[in-house]
């Protein structure tokens, strides 16, 4: 539910400033991380940390994978696509051609000195795309160690 944005006189400058920023909030969702600056959708991430590797889920339905572009800058994990369709309809003497373009962009900074860089793979699965960040051996968590009593 959206409520509509006022800029009209109604309250003092100072409260007007509030209420613009309280109105043009969606109501029952403020927190939502779904929708970019420029309010298209970005999917949805779950990621889930093992004892091995770092999983990472991005829910893309409708997508392949030659959509998508992932890239590592130092620790920087970027997962961007663009996928552009349109379909043309000729009927009698009238022409109707939609279009439409979908992109997103997301990143995230991986720990330092933890990630193996090098066996980072990718999958994309029944709308899902799929990734795999394993941990350097030297990162991973240890069983704990029992130590002996001298004496």
Sequence with gaps: MNLIKRNGGRFPASTGVFFDDILGRELFNWGNNNFSSTSTTLPSVNIKETADNYEVEVAAPGMSKEDFRISLDGNLLT?????????????????????????FQRSFELPKNVVDEERISARYENGVLLLSIPKREEAKQKPPRTIAIEG
């Design 79 to 103: 997962i961007s696509s663009a996928k552009e369709e349109s379909h043309e309809d000729r009927q009698a003497q009238y022409t109707r051609r939609e279009f439409s373009y979908q992109s």
